[in-house]
């Protein structure tokens, strides 16, 4: 039942990511909002701040990095760069967050440490797997440069504002864990109704 619930909660903030990737990305992208995908990892790091103080467990964010991208797979025009994008800096945050933040009950410098791995380390794993790899297009005409600019400049600025999101997250996750504890057939009810909604605003505003 636990790990139900856990699951659930997990899927309640990948969600949340993923409907920001739908809505925000689609205005961002469209508008051409400078470094739009910083203002989105932003968004993430808050989400996967709150999920691993809620649920502290190796592999809890990639989930929530996985289920952001399936929703915005099924939402949103199939940008696969932006999909690959996204679980990567769940797993890269995921690794960090196993290594550092362990039975964290307050802040400290170690709840910093895993937005600054995963602005950096998912900003390269992206870059170097987009266009070495895979090949696509735009990232191999834009070349070295590109990849320099979206690991160096745009994994900075990802991972300056994790700097404040992800601490401010994992206190709101840690805070929740105690008030979820005290209520947990009523928390559980609802974040399925949350899940609920969410998938389906998604299928409308898609």
């Known amino acids: 039942m636990r790990n139900l619930k856990n699951g659930i909660w997990l899927l309640v903030f990948g969600s949340l990511w993923g409907i920001m990737e739908v809505v925000g ?48 797979l099924v939402n949103a025009a199939p940008y696969f760069c932006h999909l690959l994008g996204i679980f990567f800096l769940g797993l ?7 290594a550092w933040i362990k ?25 170097i797997v987009i266009t070495y790899v895979v090949r696509y297009e735009p990232w191999v005409a834009g070349g070295t440069a590109k990849v320099f600019n979206h690991i160096f400049v745009g994994g900075s600025m990802a991972a ?17 864990e105690t008030a979820v504890g005290r209520r947990p057939k009523w928390a559980l009810a609802g974040a399925l109704i949350a899940l609920i909604v969410l998938w389906t605003v998604g299928r409308f505003i898609g």
């Open 25 to 72: 990305g689609e205005a961002f992208f469209k508008n051409n909002v400078p470094y739009a995908s910083v203002w989105l990892s932003a968004w993430a790091f808050f989400m996967l701040g709150i999920a691993r103080g809620l649920i502290n467990k190796p592999g809890s964010s990639t989930v929530v990095g996985a289920t952001a991208a399936l929703f915005k």
């Open 92 to 98: 890269v945050f995921d690794i960090a967050a196993t």
């Open 103 to 127: 039975n964290e009950k307050k802040r400290s410098f170690r709840t910093f440490l895993p937005g600054i791995v995963a602005a950096y380390g998912g900003y390269a794993l992206f870059a």
């Open 160 to 176: 300056l504002a994790s700097l404040v999101l992800v601490p401010l997250g994992l206190g709101i996750g840690l805070g929740s």
